[in-house]
């Protein structure tokens, strides 16, 4: 692998943007590039090609996207159909037509059907109804796979996607109103232990399946991506595990040290019932997660103190 090809890294100052910055460069890739949004408005077709004139990047990795919990999903269905198909087609397009050499499209596990086999294979895509409170973006990641397949198989293209499971780690997002449910429960249990353990509400039954991936394991699989020579367009990529929601909560709940009542909202919608990726396929090809949940937790969450003071929020 050549270490100075030059790689932009789409939604760099987010939390996988940042993992996978910080991972590459421990690794030696010494040229990437980044902008803010300030700097470069994805949705703008011609700004993006204007940059891409400019730098001429060998290599994209996407992890740009609007993302968020059932909250905002379910609320801004067309907002996240949109923005998110603008962003992707932006990149994918003018990656092709300037001769981007190897392209990373970061999708979701949101992607597959809301009653999908367990665990959940790549193959499995496209074969049924998705979860409705996240449909919107959910097309629109199915969109940009579906896009890379296509250029992968018309013009021998090295375009591929990547669908994590649920991510979260350092420079997760915390806001409640579209946090997705690992850092709003942290959160939520940090603020109610600093009020004399006061109960904690939390959305739907707790029964919901997840599988949970520490953001620096996802930036080690986009730089295994890098390393190896990959011959299909599209691998999941998860933990292998996954836990109920109320045990995620109580496993948050002991790391923060909260000692007050857990209640559940039933009123709220669980979302998709199980959603455990299979991820042998990536696996096979030499790569595998190395946190362990508790971890991880224990990590983002003394993160999450550290840098109390200077997060933002809405709510």
């Not at 940042?18 to 590459?24: E, P, Q, V, Y």
């Not at 919608?269 to 362990?292: I, V």
Request: hydrophobic content about 35%; glycine content about 8%.
């Amino acid at each position: 692998m050549n270490f100075k090809k030059k790689i932009y890294i789409a939604g760099h100052n987010g939390m996988v943007g940042r993992a996978i910055s910080k991972k590459l460069q421990s690794l030696g890739f010494t040229n990437l590039v980044g902008k803010s949004r300030g700097e470069l408005d994805l949705t703008n077709r011609q700004m993006v090609v204007d940059f891409f004139k400019n730098e001429q990047p060998e290599i994209v990795i996407d992890a740009a996207a609007r993302v968020g919990g059932i909250f905002a999903n379910n609320g801004f269905q067309y907002d996240f159909l949109m923005e998110n198909l603008q962003i992707q087609n932006n990149l994918i397009n003018t990656s092709h037509e300037t001769g981007v050499e190897k392209f990373i499209f970061l999708g979701s596990s949101c992607v597959y059907p809301k009653y999908a086999p367990q665990p959940i294979k790549e193959e499995y895509l496209l074969t049924g109804s998705l979860e409705p409170s996240n449909a919107g973006y959910a097309i629109a990641k199915i969109s940009g796979i579906s896009a890379c397949k296509a250029l992968r198989n018309q013009f021998s293209k090295d375009f591929l996607s990547l669908v994590p499971t649920n991510l979260y780690g350092y420079f997760d997002n915390f806001d409640l109103n579209s946090s997705h449910v690992l850092p709003a429960m942290l959160r939520k249990f940090h603020e109610a232990k600093i009020k004399n353990n006061e109960d904690v509400t939390l959305w739907g039954s707790g029964t919901p399946m997840r599988d949970f991936l520490f953001v620096e394991d996802m930036a080690d699989a986009v730089a295994h991506c890098l390393k190896t020579n990959l011959s299909d367009y599209f691998y999941n990529v998860g933990s292998g595990k996954d836990v109920t929601i109320n045990n995620l909560a109580k496993t948050i709940q002991n790391v923060v040290g909260h000692d007050g009542n857990i209640i559940w909202d039933t009123t709220k919608p669980d979302g998709a019932p199980r959603k455990l990726l299979d991820s042998s396929k990536f696996n096979t090809t030499g790569w595998n997660p190395k946190t362990e949940l508790e971890n991880g937790i224990i990590k983002t969450y003394n993160w999450y103190l550290e840098n109390i003071d200077i997060l933002k929020y809405n709510n």
